[in-house]
């Protein structure tokens, strides 16, 4: 459980002589640049300092703007550390991917394809799904009817990035958000009434995935329309007080997940909208990036972000920073992919210069070359070459023609390719020419 912090005490002499104290000063602005909680912030506190006193500190020099919502006071501040990380990610989206590194225009499409998958994949291994990562993409690259309830989960994440991609433009409503919250939850809720309706009981708590204790009571379901009124206003208009809109994204992820407005899917619901508000507001890098990867890999502190919030007097910043730091990690991620891709798409260049082999099978080439005992089938290669399966058949049956592939029928309609038994030889071959 969350240990409780001190109760904060009023601006008294003893708060504001911490407050001018050069030394303890530049501890607080330590404590705030990684926004520390209080049960790692208490060990901080200098010998000698009372900790209510200390702590009353800290959270003065976190005042920040209110936002009331569902019945509950917030306040959303941004520190130096969340000001610089914000500042990167804007000078960071202002450019084109190809900016990162020497990478084709035709192989933006398959970095896109790439990052929705994962991205899909993560955001429902959090919720339950259960699967490895090569079947997953599989499934996705394959378009493969899903077999079972995570299989579904994984294909309705995809299919629902999809569709805020489409539909980054739009207004949120009331409407919008139930049609997200539809095609997320198609096919795997208990009762198929409940896929994008919110809950009608208060028949559901919020508990710790690794203690089971309840860590959230969501606000009574009668205040659901309300609250998801105020977060439609919030997310369409500007209003007095100016918010990055990536803090407001972060924001609106928060009061999703906070409100609990259904009786599943809330978390790929409030993260969806996360992704869907970055994509509105311009920020386009974030197609290529897998934040609930990072989310997935930190869960726990994902978890005590939320509780941390909750637990001390509705401060934001525990949650903004989270992200923020997730944010981060993805946009790293990213350069490092990428990358990897750049040194892969040097290394392709001994195969483009084959004499009457265009760029899709000098790829097809370099997968085998690199990977012997491959097995494709023409359906399987459409979203990483990003064309049409008549076309991949064509390039595959041409490579047949060289001798470098071989028909591996399965059945009477599907036909599977691999390496020749003289694959090498023929390969050496033809480059000679």
Not at 350 to 372: S, T, W
Not at 380 to 392: N, P, Y
Not at 410 to 427: G, H, P, T, V, W
Request: hydrophobic share 35%; charged share 30%.
């Amino acid at each position: 459980m969350i240990e409780n912090p001190p109760s904060v005490k009023s601006l008294g002499k003893s708060v504001i002589h911490i407050l001018l104290n050069d030394e303890y000063r530049r501890l607080i602005e330590d404590i705030n640049d990684k926004y520390l909680y209080w049960d790692k912030a208490k060990y901080k506190i200098p010998d000698g300092v009372d900790e209510t006193d200390f702590w009353s500190a800290v959270r003065f020099t976190r005042r920040g703007n209110p936002l009331n919502f569902a019945g509950k006071r917030f306040t959303f501040n941004e520190t130096n550390s969340m000001r610089k990380m914000l500042h990167e990610f804007d000078l960071n989206s202002g450019g084109t991917l190809s900016s990162f590194g020497t990478i084709p225009a035709n192989r933006m499409n398959y970095y896109l394809l790439s990052s929705i998958a994962e991205e899909a994949i993560a955001s429902s291994k959090m919720e339950g799904a259960v699967t490895t990562r090569e079947k997953a993409k599989e499934m996705i690259r394959t378009r493969a009817k899903p077999m079972d309830k995570s299989q579904r989960m994984i294909i309705n994440n995809y299919e629902t990035i999809e569709y805020l991609r489409k539909n980054r433009d739009v207004s949120l409503s009331k409407e919008f958000i139930l049609e997200i919250h539809r095609r997320i939850t198609e096919g795997t809720l208990d009762d198929k009434e409940n896929e994008g309706r919110f809950r009608e009981n208060n028949d559901i708590v919020v508990a710790d995935s690794v203690s089971g204790d309840v860590v959230h009571f969501p606000p009574d379901y009668s205040s659901i329309e309300s609250g998801i009124g105020f977060l439609c206003d919030f997310a369409n208009n500007d209003g007095t007080v100016f918010i990055h809109p990536i803090v407001k994204a972060i924001i609106i992820h928060f009061m999703i997940s906070y409100l609990h407005p259904f009786v599943d899917g809330n978390g790929r619901t409030a993260r969806s909208l996360f992704y869907w508000f970055m994509l509105k507001k311009g920020y386009w890098l974030i197609e290529f990036m897998s934040i609930s990867r990072n989310i997935y890999k930190t869960k726990v502190q994902y978890e005590k972000a939320f509780a941390y919030t909750e637990t001390d007097d509705g401060d934001l910043g525990y949650f903004i920073q989270y992200n923020l730091n997730a944010l981060q990690r993805s946009f790293d991620d990213l350069k490092e992919y990428l990358h990897r891709k750049q040194n892969e798409e040097e290394a392709l260049f001994e195969f483009r210069n084959i004499g009457g082999i265009n760029e899709r099978q000098a790829r097809i080439i370099k997968i085998y070359h690199d990977k012997p005992r491959s097995v494709f089938t023409s359906k399987e290669l459409v979203a990483s070459l990003g064309v049409t399966e008549k076309t991949i058949r064509t390039d595959l049956e041409n490579l047949v023609k060289l001798g470098l592939l071989e028909r591996l029928p399965r059945n009477k309609r599907l036909i599977s390719y691999i390496a020749s038994e003289a694959f090498d030889s023929r390969l050496r071959e033809i480059k000679g020419k």
